[in-house]
């Protein structure tokens, strides 16, 4: 599929094929003759639902700006972490193998992820070279390193965040926003070791050796569902503090900004995120 936008453009590209099954990029690019930083998109959904057309207006506003943006349909749900990070990790090859003919810049690439993509998305930056993730064979021989990392009220501690809408529900009566989280949480991690395995904030608290490129949280507030105290933290910090905190500690740059979170969505409000990938890319 190609659409036309005002001063960009769309295009769905399959990039690999798991089976039958295409793994497919939806890149929106600037109009003219490049090369454009680009930003790999990774839509939430609990690590169960969702779609690139969901990245397709903060795309927009990247193009704006003069960035390309690439929204992955990457595995999830039934097929369980680390299915996610291995279709990320080779994207993120795919698009510096490719991006002479794609009019990108191979030496400018971020990534970026909404709610549980903002997980994958930190994970995915923390851990370029894990071979777990980077099991998807490309012939070009490309890391999955990256400049920097934007988070959008992520799912930083998948965790701490499964035991808290557990114990909601335990109550009788939880608020609607539970929903079916932690159906979703069984679904694609299947176990709390894997939870906790697969979790930047832990990996960090774990002291494990990571990469830590510049990074931003953007967050709604108020949003029980992503900014909450860990009540198994000894430290008396929600999570997007106390992560803050760590990454800090691990000698990385992150910064956090605050939205109300009504308009948290409002592309007239990404200002912020548009001008750090602006700062790290251009």
């Known amino acids: 599929m190609v659409a036309d936008m005002p001063d960009a453009s769309i295009k769905d590209i399959e990039i690999f094929y798991h089976g039958e099954r295409p793994l497919i990029m939806r890149l929106i690019r600037p109009d003219g003759p ?16 969702g779609e ?27 097929e369980r972490y680390p299915s996610s990070l291995q279709d990320i990790n080779y994207a993120l090859r795919w698009l510096k193998a490719y991006a002479g003919e794609l009019k990108l810049d191979a030496g400018r690439v971020g990534i970026l992820g909404q709610s549980s993509g903002g997980h994958l998305a930190m994970l995915a930056a923390m851990r370029p070279n894990d071979p777990r993730y980077g099991t998807l064979p490309l012939e070009a021989a490309v890391d999955a390193g990256v400049r920097c990392v934007g988070m959008m009220w992520p799912v930083i501690n998948p965790l701490s965040r499964y035991r808290r809408v557990i114990g909601l529900r335990a109550t009788g009566d939880p608020p609607a926003w539970v929903a079916d989280l932690p159906e979703r949480h069984d679904t694609y991690w299947v176990s709390e070791d894997n939870m906790e395995e697969g979790n930047p904030m832990l990996v960090l608290e774990r002291a494990e050796r990571v990469e830590t490129p510049p990074a931003i949280w953007f967050q709604g507030t108020p949003d029980p569902v992503h900014d909450y105290r860990d009540p198994e933290s000894m430290r008396k910090l929600n999570e997007p503090e106390r992560f803050v905190d760590n990454y800090r500690r691990a000698g990385g740059v992150i910064e956090i900004t605050y939205v109300d979170q009504v308009n948290r969505s409002d592309p007239a409000l990404l200002g912020p995120l548009v001008a750090f990938f602006r700062h790290n890319l251009i």
């Not at 490049?34 to 639902?49: A, M, Y």
Request: hydrophobic fraction near 45%.
């Open 34 to 49: 490049g090369p454009f930083p680009v930003i790999l998109d990774l839509h939430g959904g609990c690590w169960c639902i």
């Open 52 to 78: 690139p057309s969901e990245c397709e207006t903060r795309g927009q506003v990247f193009a704006a700006a003069g960035m390309a943006s690439a929204a992955l349909d990457f595995r999830q749900a039934e």
